[in-house]
């Protein structure tokens, strides 16, 4: 079945810096992914919606030139956590869009970041 | 916002079935039902989605109301794994590449 890779599954990182976040759809072509952020005890939360080779749509609330993201393949999306602070930490899931219409969409395991 | 509203929580005997309900009164005649689940820091995992008529996979079966304003999500041997967060999603399923919006989902727990 359809598998959608997410690396790394952990990043603890200090204050101030940035980290990368890749999304692989590892048997398909995903025009389109998705990325998310769940804070503890709360549901996932629709960050951006990442087009292949187009500038991603983000969500009210969510600072775009913080979040960045890039989706320069079929394969490869990338969310870049710039500048991180505290508030930053939490849990961040991608998910890609299989392009069938018959098929779900499929999520990668989770990054949690944490910003000391 | 999410269009469905589930119980935030429900407990279930191993080896039981586990009945969970989900209502969808405002769906629309193009959206799809999806059901997920996501079990402790992991990411969701997909179950099972359908349109109108009543589907059957190996993990699930769900049960769909002929107005389609509710559904029921039946896990019919609950096993302690199936310990998680169950997602009821509405979508429109086309080719535009719709995200998933997320309710607050029903934690069932599964005890021996």
């Known amino acids: 079945g359809a598998v959608v890779s997410q690396h790394p599954s952990r990043v603890i990182c200090k204050s101030g810096t940035s980290v990368k976040i890749e999304c692989r759809s590892l048997d398909f072509q995903a025009t389109t992914m998705f990325w998310y952020r769940q804070f503890p005890k709360q549901s996932l939360m629709l960050m951006a919606t990442s087009n292949e080779g187009s500038k991603a749509t983000y969500e009210q609330g969510v600072e775009k030139d913080k979040f960045l993201i890039n989706h320069a393949s079929l394969t490869l999306s990338t969310l870049t956590v710039t500048s991180a602070h505290p508030e930053d930490s939490s849990f961040y899931i991608c998910s890609a869009d299989y392009r069938d219409s018959h098929s779900p969409l499929h999520f990668g395991n989770g990054t949690r970041l944490t910003v000391t | 916002d999410a269009k469905t509203t589930q119980p935030t929580s429900m407990d279930c005997a191993e080896g039981r079935a586990a009945n969970l309900p989900c209502n969808h009164s405002t769906i629309s005649g193009n959206e799809y039902v999806y059901w997920y689940r996501q079990i402790h820091s992991q990411g969701p995992q997909y179950i099972i989605h359908g349109l109108k008529n009543n589907e059957t996979n190996e993990m699930a079966s769900l049960i769909i109301t002929e107005d389609r304003k509710s559904s029921t999500l039946i896990l019919p041997h609950a096993t302690l794994r199936d310990t998680a967060v169950y997602y009821c999603?509405?979508?429109?399923?086309?080719?535009?590449?719709?995200?998933?919006?997320f309710g607050k989902g029903t934690t069932l727990s599964v005890s021996s």
């Open positions: 999603i509405v979508r429109v399923n086309d080719q535009a590449g719709t995200a998933l919006i």
